[in-house]
């Protein structure tokens, strides 16, 4: 079974680390999902520094860092003589879009009369991630989970519902679709749904009004909002209201909450990922809202990062961290898009609006003179350059 990780470490040890003149490589790891690296030690040209790079190894598909920008990336060298001294530590978060050639890290992380002739580590950590089971998102953007995971509560739900039948008895009303689903399923998968079905919670009513109907409205798992099924008599107890969220965004929640499987695209191929973070958020389902804050973070771009952080931010503390990374590290390209420049415009309308651009600023500025300090911090390089 799937389980969450937060941390992978790999590091390589080099001795007589002073005399290093040439290009140093790890042997290839792998971190997860099958995702291979290499650890690069280079001097610089004059021999009066070392640079510090992580480089992809690329699968036979892989033409980007999408897969790859799912993880928060921690670059350090130290050295042990006697005691241990850090040289450089770095973390930055890649965006999807950049080239699978390209390898980050720092060119200059540190100079070589900084070495005491002792042992020198070179490492990474990875942080933020989870497993196969769970966050290997495929290139086609139908990122569902593989099926020989499944949630207990499913299996329990489904189970439940084998040997006691019941037919759909909750009506959901979103704006104007109807959808029906049956209790046994969602209130096994959702504790809120399982509040509120069980009359603790204000959203609920119960009419118990048998309706005869030639159509029921049901999930699809094929980004189709409903379907027909045959004239029949429902005995609904529990008629619900949405006015929070969009039919197409509410359907693939049901379509979650039957399946575990999850459409991050629309019938018009554009991105929900960002609505079903925040219904999932608001229905308390931490599966879902985590692979959704995961699938966020894979999204960024250039285009998009000055929407997420003024406008979502501030409602999910836990989405910032790699948002402002992200933000720093291109702040000079963001701050000339459209987006970014609508948003100064109609500052007035962002919830703490002040206090993100200044924390924004104050680390931008912070980064541009540690980036002085050395010529190239966090640069870009080809593979075939180092």
């Given at each position: 079974?799937?389980q969450?990780?937060?941390?992978?470490?790999?590091?390589?040890?080099?001795?007589?680390?002073?005399?290093?003149?040439?290009?140093?490589?790890?042997?290839?790891f792998?971190?997860?999902?099958?995702?291979?690296?290499?650890?690069?030690?280079?001097?610089?040209?004059?021999?009066?520094?070392?640079?510090?790079?992580?480089?992809?190894?690329?699968?036979?598909?892989?033409?980007?860092?999408?897969?790859?920008?799912?993880?928060?990336?921690?670059?350090?060298?130290?050295?042990?003589?006697?005691?241990t001294?850090?040289?450089?530590?770095?973390?930055?978060?890649?965006?999807?879009?950049?080239?699978?050639?390209?390898?980050?890290?720092?060119?200059?992380?540190?100079?070589?009369?900084?070495?005491?002739?002792?042992?020198?580590?070179?490492?990474?950590?990875?942080?933020?991630?989870e497993?196969?089971?769970?966050?290997?998102?495929?290139?086609?953007?139908?990122?569902?989970?593989?099926?020989?995971?499944l949630?207990?509560n499913?299996?329990?739900?489904?189970?439940?519902?084998?040997?006691?039948?019941?037919?759909?008895?909750?009506?959901?009303?979103?704006?104007?679709?109807?959808?029906?689903?049956?209790?046994?399923?969602?209130?096994?998968?959702?504790?809120?749904?399982?509040?509120?079905?069980?009359?603790?919670?204000?959203?609920?009513?119960?009419?118990?009004?048998?309706?005869?109907?030639?159509?029921?409205?049901?999930?699809?798992?094929?980004?189709?909002?409903?379907?027909?099924?045959?004239?029949?008599?429902?005995?609904?107890?529990?008629?619900?209201?949405?006015?929070?969220?969009?039919?197409?965004?509410?359907?693939?929640?049901?379509?979650?909450?039957?399946?575990?499987?999850?459409?991050?695209?629309n019938?018009?191929?554009?991105?929900?990922?960002?609505?079903?973070?925040?219904?999932?958020?608001?229905?308390?389902?931490?599966?879902?809202?985590?692979?959704?804050?995961?699938?966020?973070?894979?999204?960024?771009?250039?285009?998009?990062?000055?929407?997420?952080?003024?406008?979502?931010?501030?409602?999910?503390?836990?989405?910032?961290d790699?948002?402002?990374?992200?933000?720093?590290?291109?702040?000079?390209?963001?701050?000339?898009?459209?987006?970014?420049?609508?948003?100064?415009?109609?500052?007035?309308?962002?919830?703490?609006?002040?206090?993100?651009?200044?924390?924004?600023l104050?680390?931008?500025?912070?980064?541009?003179?540690?980036?002085?300090?050395?010529?190239?911090?966090?640069?870009?390089?080809?593979?075939?350059?180092i």
């Amino acid at each position: 079974m799937s389980q969450k990780i937060s941390r992978l470490n790999y590091q390589i040890s080099i001795t007589n680390s002073s005399e290093l003149k040439e290009k140093f490589f790890s042997p290839n790891f792998c971190s997860n999902n099958n995702l291979y690296w290499k650890l690069c030690v280079k001097p610089t040209a004059d021999e009066e520094s070392y640079g510090v790079f992580i480089i992809p190894v690329p699968g036979p598909d892989e033409i980007n860092w999408r897969n790859r920008s799912k993880l928060f990336i921690k670059l350090y060298a130290k050295e042990i003589s006697g005691q241990t001294y850090n040289l450089y530590n770095n973390a930055f978060h890649v965006p999807a879009d950049t080239s699978i050639t390209k390898a980050y890290g720092c060119a200059e992380a540190f100079e070589k009369s900084s070495l005491r002739n002792g042992i020198l580590l070179i490492g990474v950590t990875f942080e933020n991630f989870e497993n196969e089971g769970l966050t290997h998102y495929n290139n086609n953007n139908d990122d569902n989970v593989p099926l020989d995971y499944l949630p207990k509560n499913l299996v329990n739900a489904w189970k439940d519902h084998l040997y006691n039948f019941q037919p759909v008895d909750i009506e959901f009303i979103v704006k104007d679709k109807t959808f029906y689903a049956c209790s046994s399923i969602i209130s096994k998968r959702s504790s809120y749904f399982a509040n509120v079905l069980s009359g603790n919670w204000a959203e609920s009513t119960n009419n118990n009004i048998k309706i005869e109907t030639d159509e029921i409205l049901l999930p699809l798992s094929d980004n189709v909002l409903s379907t027909k099924i045959e004239k029949s008599n429902y005995q609904i107890k529990h008629r619900i209201e949405i006015t929070d969220f969009t039919p197409d965004i509410f359907a693939i929640m049901l379509e979650y909450l039957y399946t575990n499987q999850i459409n991050w695209i629309n019938k018009d191929d554009k991105s929900i990922t960002i609505g079903l973070f925040c219904l999932a958020d608001r229905y308390l389902l931490s599966d879902l809202r985590e692979r959704a804050k995961m699938r966020i973070f894979s999204e960024l771009n250039l285009t998009n990062v000055s929407e997420i952080m003024f406008g979502l931010v501030p409602k999910y503390e836990d989405l910032k961290d790699p948002i402002l990374h992200f933000m720093i590290k291109n702040f000079e390209q963001i701050s000339e898009t459209q987006g970014f420049k609508n948003i100064l415009s109609k500052s007035s309308d962002y919830y703490k609006f002040n206090d993100i651009m200044s924390e924004l600023l104050s680390e931008y500025f912070k980064f541009q003179k540690g980036s002085n300090r050395k010529t190239n911090n966090v640069k870009v390089q080809s593979e075939l350059n180092i």
